[in-house]
């Protein structure tokens, strides 16, 4: 037995010797990063290139370089000696020499002077090397770059005898003993470099063409601007021009003229210089016109046929008054209002290009509200009223409600009528999609409020048809069949009850319909109860989501939209759960959602771990007493 207690003892250490050694050696075979590591090193094998550099010449081998009349050697004549005769190396930079070194046939190519010192040189040559970038170096004025490394001096392409003169105005080769001496030319090769910045124009009360840019491109280091200027247009003003002040210290400078040529006293242009139009006032051209509801058009103030207040030529700013002969006159305008056709009142003027209110002898005369042809038309603000006629689908009842329109303003907000129901057990109905007028749409369900979408009132936007007789303008009203949802509206919590239940017909019976369009006012009157800010709304669910939801189980909505209704069932159930959490949030915890009973707690994994430690301590102290006890009997 002793023997026995022993072995599992020694059992026992061993495996926790294995499981304390087991991390440390996963961890041994990767680094922090979770990088593999080696334990052994060792050096590699070195590699035969094969390649053999001795080579003996009583004369330089050949060079592969990126010339090869300097490669070769082939020499102009035989006064060149390699490695006797004198090179003189000349680096040219726009026509000025930077660099002179002698060398001898044979040599090495000397080092080539930087970018930036040639770029240096030049900026001293010229006062400034705006505009210019450094290229590289080359044997022709505008050749191609060459480079020093393996280059040898000499080749019958680029070696010429020196004709450089002394102080005494000799030839400097042959020299005083009679040696020749070679030259090289090397030149410094440009290139053009425009800085640009994207500047914004202001046009100054002017417009640009279609396709023209209120943005470009100009030059910050070149004399001009880069960039083709537009020409805006202006009504009652001629362009003159597109001028720059940067700043107080500096007078206005023109930068283009108005015939697109730079300006004379131009310089680089800042980047925070904003160029502007300058104008010359001139003459505007207005019009004011009637409406012709013949021809459905506006046309000329005609007066005893006789067309007046048209293309008229006023300055620019001014102000219209009967009283200068530029607007009509009350009586003018009292005999055209008894011309209207039944129905339609003029409730004043407007300009036709914006809408806005034209007042005579206050309304400035501008650009601002000028058409694309520069030039403003002014217009009476003709109303009456259209009626909205919205048809049972099925039955001779209607609804009806009148709204108030103007010649050539955009339709205001419309109301929609209310769905209706088709049969007694209200599983079937319909609902409201859109007004239309013989065809043409005024505006759909979802932009009823969004007058933008609308259309501009003409007298022949009209339906013509069985109520024409007694409505004699109005709009209709279309529908498309719909399903009933039963609408429950459950608050605070009580799930078992509910607080209204409503029939809604405004959700069509295909497609998808947003959830959010419904207006709960109009179904729950309670609802300003919970629609603050810290109150909670849980929903839509169908039946079966909403017995989850009571359950305690994940509940999926159709908060954003309901797909094809009429693939479920004939009446359709939605619940909705309001809770009134009141106005102060921090009086209330907020964190309402349900916990995932399959995620384990942190406490739980810190119990389990402690009854793992307990069970484990139990039985080493049990492994101990059995053998205290063992050696006691013995």
């Known amino acids: 037995m002793k023997n026995a207690m022993k072995k599992l003892l020694s059992l026992t250490l061993a495996v926790m010797l294995l499981l304390s050694v087991a991390p440390f050696q996963a961890f041994a075979a990767t680094n922090a990063y979770g990088e593999m590591v080696f334990s052994e090193e060792f050096e590699a094998p070195a590699t035969n290139n094969n390649t053999s550099t001795s080579q003996t010449a009583e004369e330089p081998q050949p060079v592969v370089g990126n010339d090869g009349g300097i490669s070769t050697f082939a020499l102009p004549s035989d006064d060149y000696v390699i490695g006797k005769t004198v090179v003189n190396i000349y680096f040219n930079v726009d026509g000025s020499v930077m660099k002179t070194v002698a060398k001898k046939v044979g040599d ?12 240096a040189f030049y900026a001293k040559v010229n006062e400034n090397s705006n505009g210019k970038a450094f290229k590289c170096w080359s044997f022709e004025e505008d050749g191609a770059a060459i480079s020093a490394s393996g280059l040898k001096v000499g080749g019958s392409d680029h070696l010429t005898e020196d004709d450089h003169l002394d102080s005494k105005g000799n ?3 042959p020299d005083a003993k009679g040696n020749l001496v070679g030259k090289m030319e090397v030149y410094a090769v440009f290139e053009d470099v425009v800085s640009t910045t994207n500047v914004k124009l202001d046009p100054k009360g002017g417009k640009f063409a279609p396709g023209d840019s209120d943005t ?11 960039a083709n200027f537009p020409t805006p247009t202006r009504s009652g003003y001629v362009f003159d021009g597109w001028y720059v002040k940067e700043d107080a210290s500096h007078s206005e400078r023109c930068l283009v003229d108005a015939e697109g040529n730079p300006g004379a006293d131009l310089t680089v242009l800042s980047t925070s210089a904003r160029p502007y139009a300058k104008w010359k006032k001139t003459g505007m051209t207005v019009s004011v016109k009637w409406y012709d509801f013949d021809n459905g058009d506006w046309t000329a103030f005609t007066v005893n046929g006789v067309a007046k207040y048209d293309g008229m030529a006023v300055p620019a700013d001014s102000k219209l008054s009967a009283s200068t002969g530029s607007f009509p006159t009350d009586s003018e305008i ?3 209002k008894s011309e209207l056709p039944d129905g339609y ?14 007042k005579a002898g206050s309304s400035a005369i501008t650009s601002a509200n000028a058409n694309s042809s520069n030039e403003v038309v002014i217009v009476p603000k003709l109303q009456r009223s259209v009626w909205l006629i919205a048809q049972h689908p099925t039955k001779n009842t209607l609804a009806k409600q009148s709204i108030t329109v103007e010649i050539g303003s955009k339709i205001g907000e419309l109301p929609a009528p209310a769905s209706w129901a088709e049969d007694s057990d209200e599983t079937d109905g319909y609902t409201f999609t859109q007004w239309v007028a013989d065809g043409t749409t005024i505006s759909t369900r979802e932009d009823l409020k969004n007058t933008s979408k609308h259309p501009p009132y003409y007298p022949t936007l009209n339906s013509n048809d069985d109520h024409s007789s007694r409505y004699e303008y109005h709009f209709d009203a279309q529908w498309e ?9 459950h608050v605070d919590g009580k799930t078992s009850t509910y607080a209204k239940k409503v029939s809604c017909y405004d959700i069509p019976a295909s497609g998808s319909f947003n959830m959010h369009s419904l207006n709960l006012y109009k179904y729950f009157p309670d609802y300003s109860k919970y629609d603050d800010g810290v109150d909670v709304a849980y929903g839509w669910y169908t039946d079966a989501q909403w017995k989850n939801y009571c359950t305690g189980k994940p509940a999926a909505t159709v908060c954003d939209e309901l797909w094809n209704v009429s693939d479920t069932k004939d009446l359709q159930e939605l619940h909705i759960m309001l809770i009134d959490k009141g106005t102060d949030s921090n009086k209330y915890n907020n964190n309402n959602k349900t916990a995932d009973r399959t995620n384990p707690k942190t406490g739980d994994i810190i119990m389990a771990a402690v009854a793992i430690l307990v069970v484990s301590g139990a039985a080493l102290t049990g492994i101990y007493y059995l053998t205290k006890k063992k050696r006691g009997t013995k």
Do not use: H, R
């Open 108 to 119: 090495d190519f000397p080092g080539l002077p930087s970018g930036k010192d040639a770029l």
């Open 171 to 173: 030839p400097v080769s």
């Open 216 to 226: 470009i491109a100009v030059s910050l280091n070149t004399d001009y601007p880069v």
């Open 334 to 336: 009292n005999w055209l």
């Open 345 to 358: 009142t003029l409730k004043g003027w407007k300009f036709l290009e914006t809408g806005k209110e034209f």
């Open 481 to 489: 069949v719909a399903k009933v949802v039963q609408l429950y509206f």
